[in-house]
């Protein structure tokens, strides 16, 4: 498995830098000098990927770092659609549809790509600024409140906040949030991005005490990077319910929370249920659903989701996939999981995948959007 991240963020980004550096030099009608400028330009804005990745980003100031992982991270998609779009004429000239001049020395195909590439990225930016509200309705005979026929909460994943996702950015998301005016809020994990640290240095979790109802989270891969003990400690300081592989009774609803599958010593979904039965959160299991309570689960990865119907679980939801950030990763994300975003159901249990509230990297949504959930569970 190690060998195949190594393929996907070293050799991967290496041939692409390399092959779209050839094409520049071909393409642009500059002198040899200008065009080791350009190719150098397009080297060192590779570089700068290294340096978000690495340690090095935490020893220089906040303003800077997030310049370096703005244009760092950014890279990854606009080289990923550099090199898409050259490959698509490279083909075009060699089934001879793309005339060869149009790929060498011409100033007028330099400043068509040079155009897509803005316009792509421009609307993509602002396709991420504008966030979706998903809605879903569950009716269900299982009375959550005593003395409220319908709970409304809102759900969200994969906030990354960090060096891209400012206070000031949080900041708005929580007056979307608030305006929903929601019984309570719950988090599929990766709230933070890949450091604790500007979110210290921002006093980030002050945002979080203007959330008008109640926050529970599960932990994400993101956590683990960021390193998980200071993680946790940010969850507290933010007034943030950690559910990490433990369970929370609010009247007829259980939230349960697992720990990141990044933990391998995590318990089982099984294990943590028949936990919390003997604590007296969970009646016993009759006639494959639980007959009282109504059983959600924050699991951050949506992997086996057979297990949530297994073990008689109404309601999962969950993020991890971005829904692969920008088109055709999404087709990835497609392949590589049961489902990657958005609704399904398996027997008696109803699951959403979402494609999250923030973002990884670059600040761009190509064939995907950000959302938030909002979620009403009605007794019927």
């Known amino acids: 498995m190690k060998y195949i991240w190594l393929i996907i963020f070293l050799v991967l980004p290496i041939a692409g830098v390399l092959y779209t550096a050839w094409r520049v030099w071909h393409l642009l009608p500059f002198t040899i000098a200008m065009k080791w400028v350009a190719v150098g330009v397009l080297v060192v804005w590779f570089s700068t990927m290294f340096i978000a990745f690495s340690g090095a980003i935490e020893k220089i100031p906040l303003f800077a770092a997030t310049a370096v992982y703005e244009v760092g991270f950014s890279f990854i998609f606009i080289l990923l659609y550099l090199v898409m779009l050259f490959l698509v004429l490279d083909v075009g000239r060699l089934v001879h549809i793309v005339p060869k001049a149009w790929l060498f020395d011409n100033g007028y195909t330099s400043i068509g790509i040079f155009a897509v590439m803005l316009l792509l990225f421009g609307y993509g930016n602002i396709h991420y600024n504008n966030k979706v509200r998903e809605q879903i309705d569950i009716k269900t005979d299982k009375a959550i409140s005593s003395d409220k026929k319908r709970t409304k909460i809102v759900l969200l994943s994969d906030l990354h906040l960090g060096y891209h996702n400012r206070r000031s950015d949080f900041r708005k998301w929580v007056d979307m949030i608030n305006a929903e005016q929601p019984d309570l809020i719950l988090i599929a994990g990766d709230i933070i991005d890949n450091s604790v640290r ?183």
């Not at 309570?293 to 999962?316: K, R, S, T, V």
């Not at 670059?362 to 995907?368: D, E, V, Y």
């Open 198 to 380: 500007p979110l210290l240095e921002e006093n980030v979790a002050a945002e979080f005490h203007r959330l008008t109802a109640p926050v529970y989270a599960c932990l994400g891969n993101h956590e683990y990077y960021s390193n998980q003990p200071k993680a946790r400690r940010f969850y507290r300081e933010a007034g943030i319910t950690l559910l990490q592989d433990s369970v929370a009774k609010i009247g007829n609803l259980c939230i349960i929370g697992r720990d990141d599958r990044t933990n391998m010593q995590r318990k089982s979904l099984a294990m943590i249920m028949e936990e919390a039965r003997k604590k007296g959160f969970i009646s016993d299991l009759h006639h494959g659903k639980y007959s009282n309570e109504f059983l959600l689960l924050l699991d951050h990865q949506p992997y086996h989701l057979e297990e949530a119907e297994q073990n008689g679980i109404d309601f999962q939801f969950s993020g991890h996939t971005h829904h692969g950030q920008v088109w055709p990763v999404s087709w990835i994300t497609d392949a590589l999981y049961e489902k990657a975003y958005g609704s399904l159901q398996k027997g008696n249990t109803r699951y959403y995948i979402s494609s999250g509230m923030g973002i990884w990297g670059g600040k761009f949504r190509i064939g995907t959007q950000s959302e938030y959930v909002v979620l009403t569970i009605e007794h019927k």
